[in-house]
Every structure is written in structure tokens, then in C-alpha cells.
């Protein structure tokens, strides 16, 4: 079995695991040469094997390998892949503090320093868009474009997280669920104080990369 594939479907139970999907509820996919890896359509994330997985050409969307339906918004991570050659794994969810939060108003903005290491300023935040349609792929290409662009919001429906390795997907859907559940808590008991400009460009300057490599090292899937 592809390494790559072990990985994700490793990962993909983890999210179940953390409460971030429920049921057959989100989706993964992984860049492996000229394929992507995505989560078939009617499975828990937390069940589906290594035979489950269909693999999909990223140039043409032809199905290449597995018989199994692909997840039905296929068309949102393959628009993200032609995108970002950078990106080489897409993890979407529906962690349910996100979705309470910024379906109330309410802009995740970062109020601790793991957050905006791994998120980055540019977080878009999508107005609701018709799940599993073209119109959402092509809402999230628009945003996506942007090399800066490492997590989109879906109002009433969930996040996704892009990153250079199933990994860092991962800990930035992490830490878009605890920034959502930190902002929230905050707002129950006043008002939330989120870093300034300054304090973020101040991050910036100590170099987020070697950062957000010591916090891969600390944490473990
Ligand atoms: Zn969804």
C-alpha cells in the first residue's frame, strides 16, 4: 500500500477521534504523484480501508484506481490541487465550535500564537454554499489561489485545512476547532482580546517556520 495512503487513512480516523467529523460527515485527500487519494462517498472516515480509497488523476478527474465512489465534493479538492502545486493534502471538516461560531457572526481571528503560526492572516471565511456543488469548488478555488490561503472557513458547514503534508493538514484543522472553541469560550465571559498587528508581525519575525517546526515536533498524530 501506498505510504501516503496508510498515512491519511491513519489521520483520517484521528479526526474522528477528536470529534471534528461525525458519521460519513467530511473528507480527505492526498497528492501522491499525479493522483489524489480522496475519502469515498458513504463511509466513516473512521472505517474506510485502503481498498475503499478511489485514486483520481489530478489533470483529468478520472478515477484511476479503486472501484469505490469518490467523496462527493471531489470537485473542491481537485480544484485545489490544479491550484497549489504547494499543497499536498486537503483535510475537510465539520468541527462543530467553528461551525457555531462563525455561523453566528462571528470571524475566527487569532488570540493565540499556535494559531496564527499555522493559519497565517489570510483565513477566508465562505458564505454558505450549496454543499457538494461546482458552485462550492469554485468558491473555494477563488480563495485557495492565494499562496497564503492554508484554511478557508465554510459558514454553516465546516472548515478545510491545506497543507504541504497530510501532518500539517492535520494540526491546522486542529487548531482551527481550538481557536474557534478558545474564541468562544472568551466570549462567554467577556470580551476576547486577539493579537494585534503587531504582535503578529512581531511572530513573523521569529521566523514562523522554524516555529511551526518545533510545534510539528512537540505534537504527535
Ligand atoms: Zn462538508
Redesign the pocket.
Known amino acids: 500500500m501506498s505510504a501516503i495512503l496508510d498515512e491519511l487513512i491513519q489521520t483520517a480516523a484521528s479526526l474522528v477521534t477528536a470529534d471534528l467529523v461525525r458519521g460519513a460527515?467530511?473528507n480527505v485527500s492526498a497528492r501522491d504523484g499525479d493522483l489524489m487519494w480522496l475519502s469515498p462517498s458513504g463511509f466513516s472516515l473512521a472505517d474506510a480501508s485502503a481498498d475503499d480509497y478511489p485514486g483520481i488523476r489530478i489533470d483529468t478527474g478520472r478515477i484511476d484506481q479503486g472501484t469505490n465512489r469518490p467523496s462527493s465534493?471531489v470537485l473542491m479538492h481537485l480544484a485545489i490541487y490544479r491550484q497549489r502545486p504547494d499543497v499536498n493534502a486537503v483535510i475537510?471538516t465539520?468541527p462543530p465550535i467553528t461551525i457555531a461560531l462563525t455561523s453566528s457572526g462571528h470571524d475566527l481571528k487569532p488570540m493565540f500564537a499556535d494559531y496564527y503560526v499555522y493559519l497565517g492572516r489570510n483565513v477566508p471565511h465562505i458564505p454558505y454554499v450549496t454543499?457538494t456543488t461546482p458552485e462550492l469548488a469554485v468558491e473555494v478555488e477563488k480563495v485557495a489561489a492565494a499562496p497564503d490561503c492554508h484554511g478557508i472557513v465554510l459558514r454553516n458547514?465546516?472548515a478545510i485545512a491545506l497543507g504541504t503534508s497530510i501532518k500539517e493538514s492535520y494540526f491546522r484543522t486542529l487548531a482551527i476547532e481550538e481557536q474557534a472553541t478558545i474564541q468562544h469560550a472568551a466570549l462567554q465571559v467577556g470580551r476576547p482580546t486577539f493579537l494585534s498587528e503587531a504582535e503578529c508581525d512581531k511572530l513573523d519575525r521569529l521566523g514562523s517556520e522554524s516555529y511551526r517546526r518545533e510545534l510539528l515536533a512537540r505534537m504527535r498524530v
Open positions: 460527515g467530511g465534493e475537510h465539520h454543499v458547514h465546516g
